[in-house]
């Protein structure tokens, strides 16, 4: 019977056998402590691509928005020009 018994450690008298136990619940915490990180980078570079993209786009946006503006414009005045053409014919017939 000990005096110091503790329920929550374990008692192994075999120090080979407790110490490969020891290292092998070290490297399972390790290990899951990495796939953590990598969990966390690729979160990462996965929000960051998608902020990137968004403002590729929005630039795209912006200038196909100008360009159709100044389409629009030349249509407008070209219209405008062609009505005025019509009309200084009709007049002169």
């Not at 960051?48 to 968004?54: A, C, D």
């Amino acid at each position: 019977f000990e005096e110091s018994f503790n329920p929550d450690k374990h008692y192994d008298p075999d120090k080979e056998r407790s110490d490969s136990a020891k290292l092998a619940k070290e490297f399972k915490r390790e290990k899951k402590g990495a796939l953590r990180e990598l969990r966390k980078d690729a979160n990462f570079v996965a929000r960051e691509q998608l902020r990137e993209k968004r403002e590729r786009d929005q630039a795209y946006e912006k200038k196909y928005r100008r360009l159709v503006a100044e389409i629009q414009g030349e249509e407008g005045r070209e219209s405008k020009e062609y009505d005025k053409v019509k009309r200084i014919r009709k007049g002169k017939n």
